[in-house]
């Protein structure tokens, strides 16, 4: 065998192997799509529990297919560096002229065998059995991170920081759905509801919102401390009457795990001598800046209520519910035995008391004043952080568009509480010249 015929055979090996590998990545990016857009439909749920890498790989959507993207790219260009001289010389072996068209044959040639392996035939098997293929190309996705993310992070940080430079905030990368269009199509069919279309809308949204935006802070969290006697805890859940506690070692920042009263209650032991460590469940932890829906796709996941936030330094924020996040979707859910709290509460005319955990929606309704909030926070409490990068102070006042803000409670993390005068558009015209 000659050279030359070795080099046609490595390139060939190559061609393959690389569209091989396309086609494992793409259809595991397909896999992950079909099942987030799927909302984990309770049939996939009961067969991913049994699959560890797969469901791990759900968890983290964005960096898997941010992976996938970078892994089909880099396979798409080295395929097409490989097969377009093996292409050529095969059209010119069955009587094709060396010139131009025999290149643009050449170059249509490989298209179509990129996109018949990968693209159409991972796509089919990734929409009629996404868990298996998902588990058929998990590794290969794995493999391909770890290889792969070393490359892609500084490139995306790169591309978020020239974004940002032009006004313009990065988009989540398995969704680009243009929502507008989607709402006026529902708007159009007579059988969906006002309260449906809330719900979407909602749900939609919650793209937009972070964990640190509407969870639990750490100084209002009640929990199990191991340093207490058991009875101490039981009264405790007694007097909150919540069903599940952070198990912690004299802070929230050592949380050891998850009670649940139940569990307390189905033991045997007597619930003052029971051993808390031997019953606690795992408690799931969250970074404050993760998307509202990657933390609700974690806590069906794992089957839990409740998840730890923390900041960089692995220090705890607080928590987050699963009621939390589904008042996110349907507004506040209150049961016979919830204290009414009003968080906008009326003083007199155009001026309103306002909890710093009133959402930016409920207020543009009970206000009737529209909110611009560039920093998609939820909370008014965020708003205000986040307009004035840090925690005001007591008795500070700022102005947000119609808006005269007067904080009148604070804590060392959140805003609890402020006065709001509503202005008209003509007083704001008149301070603006």
Known sequence: MNPEQVDILLR??????????NALLAAGGFSIIKLRLSHFDPEYLEELKRRKLPEALLEDADRTLLIVRFGNLFCALGYALLSFPLSFVFLQEIGMPEAWPTGILAFLLIIIVYYLLSDLLPRGLAVASPIKVLQATSLVVRLAGLVGYLIVRPLKRFSEFTLKRFGVEPESEWEAFDIDEQLDALKEKPEVSQVLLKVIKNALQMREVKAQDILLPRNQVKYFDINEENAANLALAEETEHTRFPLCDGDLDNCLGLIHIKDIFHSKENPDSIDLRKIKREMIRVGENDPLEKVLSK????????????????????VITLELILEQLVGEIQDEFDAEEELIKLLGPNEYAVSGLASIRD??????????????????????TAELGRIPDSGETLELEQLEVTITEVDETRVIAARIKVRQPSEVEELDQ
């Not at 060939?12 to 590998?21: N, R």
């Not at 069906?300 to 220090?315: I, Y």
């Open 12 to 21: 060939l090996f190559g061609a393959i192997g690389l569209l091989i590998v």
């Open 299 to 318: 806590l069906l996941l794992r089957k839990t209520h409740m998840a730890l936030v923390t900041d960089e330094f692995g220090g705890a924020n607080g």
């Open 363 to 384: 207020m543009e309704e009970t206000l009737e004043v529209p909110i611009e909030n560039k920093n998609e926070v939820a909370s008014f409490g965020g708003l205000i």
